[in-house]
Structures are given as C-alpha cells and as structure tokens.
C-alpha cells in the first residue's frame, strides 16, 4: 500500500505562486508514475500534470501549460507542483496520485493511489 500526503495548498493572490508537496509512504513510488489532478466546487476532478516514473517524461493540461511545472525527486519519495501566475479559476483541492505503471497518464482510472487533497485559492 501506498500512502500520499499533500501539503502547500494555502491562499494566495492572482499572479502569486505556490509549489505543493506530495509525501508518499510506506513504500518507494520510483517505480510508478506520479499526477495530480484537481477538483473544483461543482465540478469534476480534472488533470492538471503528470511524470513518468524517471522524471523524463511530463504532461501537462492545456489550462496550466507554461504556468506549473511538475517534478519529482525519488531519493526523498515526493512529488512536487510548482504553480506560477495564478489565476482564479486555479481555486481547487489538489491531489496527488500515484500509478503502478511508469508511464504518465491524464486519466483518474489510471491511477491506483490517492491523497486526501490540500486545498488552493487564489483570490483575485
């Protein structure tokens, strides 16, 4: 089983930045492929990133391409999102999840583990 705990999330001002934290324990993902996704008040959970699970390979949703930057360091078991220029529609809790293969994907049911979310707002 794996464990992943989010942290980072907080409330911030458009254009402003924030780099959220991913922990996974009880065992080492570098085997698996790493993403975080998003939900919004009345909608439903969207991909924001992923990495493979060398770090080689990133995707990213159309919406935050330029703006967050995924990555990961396998030494320390965590994952990382670094958001730049905020915006308001970035509001959301994030998740950090965790798949099996090493491959990235942007699809939820490709993922077998996840965290319990940390909360973003970027107020404008």
């Known amino acids: 089983q794996v464990q992943l705990v989010e942290s980072g999330g907080g409330l911030v001002q458009a254009g402003g930045s924030l780099r959220l934290s991913c922990a996974a324990s009880?065992?080492?993902?570098?085997?698996?492929?790493m993403g975080w996704f998003r939900q919004a008040p009345g909608k439903e959970r969207e991909f924001v990133a992923a990495?493979?699970?060398?770090?080689?390979?990133?995707r990213y949703a159309d919406s935050v391409k330029g703006r967050f930057t995924i990555s990961r360091d396998n030494a320390k078991n965590t994952v990382y999102l670094q958001m730049n220029s905020l915006k308001s529609e970035d509001t959301a809790v994030y998740y950090c999840?965790?798949?099996?293969?090493?491959?990235?994907?942007?699809?939820?049911?490709?993922?077998?583990?996840w965290g319990q979310g940390t909360q973003v707002t970027v107020s404008s």
């Open positions: 999840a965790a798949s099996r293969l090493c491959s990235s994907a942007s699809y939820p049911s490709r993922y077998d583990y």
């Open positions: 009880g065992r080492t993902v570098s085997s698996y492929a």
């Open positions: 990495i493979n699970c060398g770090g080689t390979s990133t």
